[in-house]
């Protein structure tokens, strides 16, 4: 076990000018389970190869514990890692996948054995042991990626989109099961996804990334409350967040037609701030549909039982704009209705460039 | 494919079936019928097999006999097998040994220009042989090598390894990238990667590779007959001892060729599982 750390680490493909990975400092504790999120193309998974050693860092360092393995190879890493399609050698039963890593490492026969039974304990997968791959569903694979990493003990887990291949209801299920494993073993792990419900429910920390840029790294709480920028703000929560284009005057800003309300330190930043347009953000848990407020007409219902999220269209600027609203389950609006929308919760500004407005 | 798509006209799908099998099974005994006439010429006397086309006779397995065991000119039919088994193994099992690890340069970390040189492997084939064979000649005499089994061993290696070098860099490229980056970080080296992940999965592949390379080298005949007619030759130049200037030969030259034959089909039945599957690996993910 150990903590993982990038310095200014720095991928460039070659062929290409911009980085997949640009200047990444990142500080992951022992034990942590980091999730690295962001839209495909962000550079997630470059990010977790070049601390696996399968991606070359062109520039910059990678740690892991007090070593730099930035030149190491893979195979003196002492990681683990699970592949999105899971990779099992398909020549080999569940036990010789499971341990083929401690065969590598001259590990006794016996000592094998016991290990792969102790890991395939853990996992359900004792009655597999002899099966082929080829032979397995999906999320018993799933669980053979898992076991061959965990038989390991190794010092860190690298797990690139692991889930990604299941159906819905198998991915919340073994979500879960993943994310109290990983805290039982407590080994330090490197998780990859583009699924932002998957980042915020299992992440110690998760670390944002856009264009191989991070944008921000922080307890999944405060990356809900306090995104450090638009693309942070609109990529974390579901349904996304409501982000408008408002044209600034003075120290009020008009959503339409209606003042939104802002803290004092927005206020503040915004007298003494600047022309043009900012963005406002509202989450749709922090509107409502009220007796008076902004006036528009419903044009979705998406009824999700326990809540349902209302599409309402508002004429802001002149212009029609759609805004979700997040009402109770089992509501009895329905479109075409005229409703109100008022306010009730924070509101989240940013400026031109995107940067949050105020604390 | 063929059309097995499911629409209204089930009637009409299963009658082109029914046409479509019967038409390929045309085809093939039109292809297959000269063998099955030269096998059957095999088990004739000459003046049978000499005689107008007839499908009855009393089979007799007199010709396999004597070409067994009469020497009709230099060589004898054991010692051609004898020779030509040991040509065909050795040059195969070389191809092999030197076609992995260049198929595993060329794929799966292709070394700079590797274009460059899988067209270098396969432009070594664009020359006719025959235009080669008399700098071929002049060097195996210059090296003693002449009328000697190993120049067979060289060449046939030589001749079969761009196509080897081809064949194989095509499945090892199908060898998914995880598993071998799977493999790197479960700590195995390059050995390790290649013979306990690689060779697996590429198995079927080399069986056919290998295959092939079998009954090339078997069948070959040019450079055997020009580097090495007399003794040491192999059993293409035994099938040809069989034709003589005197009488009647063709039901002796079938039953040679049948012999000749036999290893090539005997080595293909037991690949063909194996091979099918090779061959195929390609063209489905």
């Given at each position: 076990m150990a903590e993982v750390r990038y310095e200014k680490a720095t991928r460039i493909y070659p062929g290409t000018e911009i980085p997949a990975v640009d200047s990444l400092d990142l500080d992951i504790a022992d034990g942590e389970l980091l999730v690295l999120v962001g839209p495909s193309g962000s550079g997630k998974s470059t990010a977790l190869r070049m601390l696996a050693g399968l991606e070359f860092v062109d520039r910059g360092s990678v740690y892991i514990g007090d070593q730099d393995v930035t030149l190491s190879a893979p195979q003196d890493r002492d990681i683990a890692m699970v592949f999105q399609n899971y990779a099992l050698y398909p020549s080999m039963t569940v036990a010789a996948n499971m341990g083929f890593a401690l065969k590598q490492q001259g590990v006794s026969k016996e000592e094998r054995a016991k290990r792969v039974r102790e890991a395939a304990k853990i996992l359900d997968l004792e009655e597999y042991l002899e099966r082929k791959p080829k032979n397995l569903s999906g999320g018993q694979r799933q669980r053979v990626a898992m076991g061959r990493a965990i038989v390991r003990e190794p010092q860190v887990f690298l797990m690139d989109e692991p889930l990604s291949n299941l159906d819905a209801k198998l991915r919340v299920q073994t979500r879960t099961q993943l994310a109290d494993l990983q805290a039982r073993l407590g080994v330090t792990t490197v998780y990859v996804t583009h699924d932002q419900v998957e980042a915020m429910t299992m992440g110690h920390r998760v670390a944002v990334l856009k264009d191989g840029i991070l944008q921000q790294v922080a307890a999944p709480r405060e990356l809900y409350r306090r995104p450090v920028n638009r693309f942070v703000a609109g990529f974390i929560g579901s349904p996304a967040m409501n982000l408008v284009d408002v044209e600034v005057s003075s120290e009020l800003l008009q959503l339409a037609g209606e003042d939104v309300p802002l803290d004092a330190d927005v206020a503040h930043a915004l007298r003494n701030g600047f022309g043009g347009s900012s963005t406002v953000g509202i989450r749709p848990e922090h509107l409502a549909l009220a007796a008076e407020g902004i006036p528009g007409r419903v044009s979705v219902v998406e009824e999700l039982g326990s809540e349902s999220f209302v599409h309402v269209v508002v004429k802001h600027e002149g212009d029609d704009l759609v805004i979700v609203v997040r009402d109770e389950g089992e509501t009895d609006t329905a479109r075409g209705d005229d409703v109100h929308v008022g306010f009730r919760g924070p509101v989240h500004v940013f400026d031109p460039d995107g940067a949050r407005l105020g604390d | 494919m063929s059309g097995s798509s499911t629409g209204p006209v089930v009637g009409q799908n299963k009658r082109t079936n029914f046409l479509l099998g019967l038409l390929s099974w045309v085809i093939a005994l039109i292809f297959f019928f000269p063998v099955f006439w030269m096998v059957l010429n095999g088990f004739k006397e000459e003046i049978d097999a000499n005689a107008d086309p007839k499908l009855f006779f009393d089979p007799t397995t007199r010709q396999f006999d004597e070409v067994t065991s009469?020497?009709?000119?230099?060589?004898?039919f054991s010692e051609a097998f004898y020779n030509s088994f040991w040509a065909v193994l050795i040059s195969t099992v070389l191809v092999m040994v030197l076609a992995i690890p260049a198929a595993y340069a060329l794929s799966i970390r292709p070394v700079a220009k590797w274009r460059d040189v899988l067209f270098f492997f396969i432009s070594t084939k664009f020359l006719p042989i025959v235009a080669a064979i008399l700098p071929l000649w002049i060097l195996a005499r210059d090296l003693d090598l002449l009328n000697t089994r190993l120049v067979l061993i060289i060449l046939y290696t030589a001749m079969n390894l761009p196509l080897a070098v081809w064949m194989l860099r095509s499945f090892f490229s199908e060898v998914p990238r995880e598993l071998i980056e799977a493999a790197q970080i479960d700590g195995a080296k390059l050995r390790g990667q290649i013979t306990s992940i690689i060779l697996p999965i590429v198995a079927p592949g080399l069986a056919a590779t290998a295959l092939l390379c079998v009954i090339f080298a078997w069948n070959e005949f040019f450079l055997a007959v020009q580097l090495n007619p007399v003794d040491g030759s192999t059993v293409p130049i035994w099938v040809t001892s069989n034709v003589s200037t005197r009488g009647n030969f063709l039901a002796k030259l079938s039953a040679a060729s049948t012999l000749a034959t036999l290893p090539v089909v005997l080595a293909g039945w037991v690949a063909q599982k194996r091979m099918i599957r090779g061959l195929a690996m390609g063209a489905i993910k």
């Open positions: - | 009469q020497t009709q000119g230099l060589l004898g």
